[in-house]
């Protein structure tokens, strides 16, 4: 059998062994995905850049506590991202630098996409400004869930809260989300409580 | 639009539903209409920009590096390997590695070759300045006095912690087991990331560099080393990281390095060097970091109320 047709669980338990194909290969098959993670809650591609390999740093180095109790790839987008937060955190304790240019009116953008408008519609935010103001806790259920294809089981035990909690911070982050990115109707109109027990 | 239907639509396009419940919302134009318009927004989200290949190929190096660096630490390079690694990409040494562990090992050697200075330009003053020595020795002595003072401090105070060293210590253990399936907040700030891991007394001794300059005495507790992959970012969760955090601030204050002071008003404070954060009572609160290096102490303070709340050791005892 291949490399390429292993399980990731075959793949962890090689790794862990000290199998160096065994662990590129599952790098090579979670890495776009944490990286997308990484670039959706850090805002930015450099952040996301760096926080992506610091990601996989921390998934080498932690290979061997992996016990197999959720998906490989749960624990890798877990991992990524509370590396994104930590990015995120020490880009907000760093001094502030801001390039101009001739004109002395533009500042350094973020992100080379951080221009990009949903729709055709230039007076709406971006989806990455409108991640920046939500607060960490929404963004990271929403991320988690959105991004990385995490169940609220899963989110609720990567972030250590009851399911009914990941259910109600993705509810209200998606609320947020819709309602600064302009495609809802305005905040206040539709106030959220918390869920109802269960659907 | 209700909340009840919301969050149905939530949990429906997040297949979160029973059989039941999927009919009940599919029933409802309206759960059904929301479910579009969350629908769109995930699109949204997913439509990621993806990594360059050379970023990719960069970071996956990075952590083969590290892979290989930890199989060789651990001699498991003996196990034999169903073929090739086919990271052939080159190896980037991880960028955000800190600058500080050669610097501080210049400082060391500066500090040394200084205080060797000193005491061969007194050995060479000769008798007629004997008078002048016994004066000038006498606050030496004082200074001596007072060090070996606060060292006994410091052996009291590790003597005193070394419980709590070893019980957080092993909750540290326990927590990083459980990374892959932590059940408690506590478990996940610690575990969740393999931080606990890149803390120290994880096993990156061949890594670890002095954080301050050896004492040419001697004679008193070894400074607290600072890994190589400390990670300042990482909330503290006991005396030992923040312990680490202050040889840390150190480190960088040494080379020049250290952020501006934040804007505070704990008037009690020695010297307040950094804002952190720290685990507190299951829940990750800021706090400043005051660094008392006359004590051979780091301390932590809430930041809304100047509250000391952990205390560490500089030195390694």
Not at chain 1, 119 to 122: G, I
């Given at each position: 059998m291949s490399t390429l047709e292993r399980s990731d669980e075959d793949l962890v338990a090689a790794a862990q062994r000290g199998d160096g194909a065994a662990m590129d290969q599952l790098l090579r098959r979670h890495y776009d995905r944490a990286h997308a993670v990484c670039r959706r809650i850090a805002g930015s591609t450099r952040d996301a850049d760096d926080a992506a390999q610091e990601a996989m740093i921390r998934v080498v180095r932690n290979i061997d506590k992996f016990d197999g109790r959720s998906a490989f790839g749960t624990w890798v987008y877990r991992i990524a991202t509370n590396t994104a937060l930590d990015e995120l955190r020490k880009r907000k304790r760093r001094p502030q630098l801001h390039v101009v240019d001739d004109d002395g009116e533009a500042p350094e953008q973020a992100d080379e996409f951080a221009h990009r408008h949903i729709?055709?519609?230039?007076d709406r935010i971006t989806i990455d400004a409108a991640l920046a103001d939500l607060p960490e806790e929404f963004k990271a259920a929403v991320v988690m869930r959105d991004v990385g294809d995490l169940d609220y089981a899963e989110i609720a035990e990567a972030l250590g809260v009851p399911v009914g909690t990941v259910k109600s911070r993705i509810a209200r982050g998606r609320r947020m989300l819709v309602e600064k990115l302009g495609n809802q109707d305005p905040p206040g109109e539709r106030p959220i409580s918390d869920p109802p027990n269960d659907p | 639009m209700n909340d009840e239907q919301y969050f149905l639509a939530n949990a429906y396009l997040d297949g979160e539903l029973t059989a039941d419940e999927r009919r009940i919302a599919e029933a409802d134009p309206e759960v059904m209409a929301e479910v579009e318009q969350l629908r769109a927004l995930q699109s949204e989200l997913r439509d990621v920009p993806g990594p360059s290949a050379d970023v990719r190929e960069s970071a996956i190096g990075a952590a083969m590096a590290a892979f290989d660096a930890d199989v060789s630490a651990t001699g498991a390079d003996d196990v034999p390997v169903s073929e090739p690694a086919p990271h052939a990409a080159p190896v980037v040494p991880f960028r955000r590695r800190p600058p500080y562990a050669k610097l501080l090992g210049v400082a060391a050697a500066v500090v040394a070759v200084a205080g060797l200075g000193i005491i061969v330009s007194q050995a060479g003053r000769g008798d007629d300045d004997s008078s002048d020595v016994a004066d000038s020795a006498e606050p030496a002595v004082d200074r001596d006095g007072a060090f070996t003072e606060s060292v006994g401090d410091s052996e009291e105070m590790a003597a005193e912690l070394a419980p709590a060293d070893d019980a957080a210590d092993d909750a540290a253990d326990e927590a990083a087991d459980d990374a892959g399936g932590a059940d408690t907040a506590d478990e996940v700030l610690a575990a969740d990331d393999g931080e606990v891991t890149a803390q120290p007394g994880a096993d990156d001794s061949a890594d670890m560099s002095s954080a301050t300059a050896d004492d040419p005495e001697g004679d008193s507790a070894p400074a607290r080393e600072v890994p190589d992959d400390f990670d300042p970012s990482a909330p503290i969760s006991d005396d030992a990281e923040l312990g680490v955090y202050g040889a840390y601030l150190i480190g960088l204050r040494n080379a020049g390095e250290l952020p501006p002071t934040p804007n505070h008003k704990c008037v009690e404070a020695r010297q307040i060097l950094d804002e952190a954060t720290l685990v507190l009572d299951d829940a990750v609160v800021p706090v400043y970091i005051d660094v008392r290096e006359a004590d051979g102490l780091v301390a932590a303070l809430r930041t809304d109320s100047c509250v000391e709340v952990l205390v560490g050791s500089l030195s390694a005892e």
């Open positions: 729709d055709d519609v230039t | -």
